[in-house]
């Protein structure tokens, strides 16, 4: 036989076992909505909302996450419409030229200097197809990260008219660092959409 003391006999009685069965049914007062709907509750899950058109850098939480979304929209590509060397400019930098625009997400390709500049610290992806005119030569072209080569093709059929120097890559750059293709070795002369340089954010870190 069980015995309850005075103080806990309230637990056996009616009345608290109906008010108890309410509260399991109906939950606390005031948790119904206006229109007399049953709360949301979301156990083990992680809702990530992004903005379609942020104002500002993504930035992380408490959890060390981020979102990132509109402003990964950056891609390029160009091709060479017409011949433009020799010419005073390219003697000098050996800058390959791409003159006619195909795509120019975020306008962060300079088609008067040729040159990409990173709108912001990401992973790029980059691609180039250089086609020379004539035999007997070889031409070498690199993609060049604030100066420096970092990916390099050639062309050196002794016996093909057309030929190009075609390579693509990833790197990794800081926002403001300037990418562009030069002609490292031969003689370039070749236009008429031959020639294309693209590239892309693939993600920013």
């Not at 009685?13 to 206006?34: I, K, T, Y």
């Not at 590509?77 to 997400?105: C, G, K, W």
């Amino acid at each position: 036989m069980t015995c309850l003391s005075p103080s806990h006999r309230h637990l056996r009685s009616p009345a608290f076992l109906l008010g108890l069965l309410f509260l399991l049914q109906w939950g606390p007062l005031g948790s119904r909505g206006q229109n007399d709907t049953e709360p949301i509750v979301l156990e083990g899950k992680c809702l990530v909302v992004c903005d379609s058109t942020p104002s500002a850098e993504p930035s992380g939480n408490a959890l060390g996450m981020s979102v990132r979304s509109g402003t990964g929209r950056v891609a390029f590509s160009a091709i060479r419409n017409t011949n433009h060397e020799p010419s005073e400019m390219s003697n000098r930098t050996m800058t390959i030229y791409f003159d006619q625009i195909l795509v120019n997400v975020g306008s962060h390709f300079d088609p008067a200097r040729s040159v990409f500049v990173a709108p912001r610290k990401g992973v790029y992806s980059f691609s180039f197809h250089v086609v020379k005119v004539y035999n007997r030569q070889t031409i070498q072209v690199s993609l060049v990260l604030n100066g420096w080569p970092v990916i390099s093709a050639f062309a050196g059929d002794q016996d093909v008219t057309r030929e190009a120097a075609t390579n693509a890559g990833l790197v990794i750059m800081e926002r403001g660092d300037k990418a562009y293709l030069k002609l490292e070795r031969g003689n370039l002369m070749g236009g008429w959409k031959y020639s294309t340089f693209s590239g892309f954010l693939v993600f920013p870190l």
